[in-house]
C-alpha cells in the first residue's frame, strides 16, 4: 500500500511541475491566481470553488 500512497504523489508533481510547468508560471508570475491554476489542471473552472477554499485553508495554516 506505501507504494501507492508514494507513487500518486509522484505522479501528482511530474504532472504539476515536468508536464505543466506550473511551478515555473507562479515563479515567473507572483500574482498567479488559483483561477489560473484551476484552468490548466482541468482546462476550465470545474471544481474553482473548493480549491479556493482548499488554499484559503492552506494560506491560513501556513500563517500560523
Known amino acids: 500500500m506505501e507504494i501507492a500512497i508514494s507513487y500518486?504523489?509522484?505522479v501528482a508533481g511530474w504532472y504539476w511541475i515536468k508536464?505543466?510547468?506550473i511551478n515555473n508560471k507562479?515563479?515567473?508570475d507572483s500574482d498567479f491566481s488559483v483561477e489560473e491554476v484551476t484552468?490548466?489542471?482541468n482546462a476550465g473552472?470545474?471544481?474553482l470553488d473548493e480549491r479556493k477554499?482548499?488554499?484559503e485553508k492552506c494560506?491560513?495554516?501556513i500563517k500560523k
Open 39 to 41: 484552468k490548466i489542471i
Open 45 to 47: 473552472d470545474k471544481a
Open 59 to 61: 494560506c491560513e495554516k
Open 26 to 28: 507562479i515563479s515567473e
Open 19 to 21: 508536464l505543466k510547468k
Open 53 to 55: 477554499k482548499a488554499y
Open 8 to 10: 500518486s504523489w509522484e
